[in-house]
């Protein structure tokens, strides 16, 4: 039987595994999207000793192999009684890992903001939470959409890294269907593929996102 009629045969483990990633991929992004905005603003508004404990979170969390903090959810937690799936164990690992470096890129973009901005909402009345929602926030997210996109195209690929827990993903798919009968070069270039799709899907999302805010006039705002 030829090797591609193999993988023809299997591609139902393939759209399983394309869709675990994708799912792990989409609900990761925008979970960690939400957590690096809600550090972000922690450290903006957060007391001392506050911002200090998310500063050394966040430099734990960006010292820390991705692979590792995947393996402390799923084999670690359990001997102190903590207990998870994999798939669950991998979606808070890619929120956890992944929140934190969105908070640095914010943070990043924020130091170079005017800091007139906030002055004149402050003069103008605005509340702290009104300060950042209306005017910090989107001035940081205009400016870091080529960040944004990398970081995602960065969590797609820290994806691959949870079939080691166990979590049936694009690259578990592949790595099944060589092991089973003996075609690596076959399995892993449609494991490449499949990555491709969603990497280049969201390079057209960035650049289409890009261009809109740059023809606003918002990526200097």
């Known amino acids: 039987m030829a090797e591609w009629e193999i993988i023809w045969q299997q591609r139902d483990i393939f759209?399983?595994?394309?869709?675990?990633?994708?799912?792990?991929?989409?609900?990761?992004?925008?979970?960690?999207?939400?957590?690096?905005?809600s550090l972000l603003y922690t450290l903006e508004n957060g007391s001392k000793g506050v911002k200090s404990s998310v500063i050394l979170i966040i430099n734990m969390m960006r010292t820390l192999p991705f692979l590792i903090l995947a393996y402390l959810l799923y084999y670690g937690l359990p001997q102190i009684g903590i207990r998870m799936d994999a798939f669950t164990a991998g979606l808070i690992s890619l929120c956890l890992y992944h929140g934190t470096y969105f908070c640095e890129i914010f943070r990043g973009i924020r130091k170079g903001l005017d800091s007139g901005l906030t002055e004149a909402a402050q003069a103008c009345g605005f509340s702290r939470f009104k300060t950042f929602t209306r005017i910090i926030m989107p001035n940081v997210l205009f400016r870091s959409v080529p960040l944004i996109a990398n970081q995602l195209i960065i969590c797609l690929k820290d994806t691959a890294f949870l079939c080691i827990i166990t979590v049936g993903e694009?690259?578990?798919?592949?790595?099944?269907?060589?092991?089973?009968?003996?075609?690596?070069?076959?399995?892993?270039?449609?494991?490449?593929?499949?990555?491709?799709?969603i990497s280049i899907a969201i390079e057209q999302v960035s650049k289409i996102t890009l261009n809109k805010v740059q023809d606003r006039g918002l990526s200097h705002a």
């Open 170 to 197: 694009i690259t578990a798919a592949a790595n099944s269907i060589q092991s089973t009968y003996f075609i690596p070069l076959n399995a892993f270039i449609v494991a490449i593929v499949l990555y491709w799709i």
């Open 15 to 37: 759209i399983s595994g394309f869709g675990n990633t994708f799912v792990l991929f989409f609900a990761g992004s925008i979970a960690s999207f939400i957590l690096g905005v």
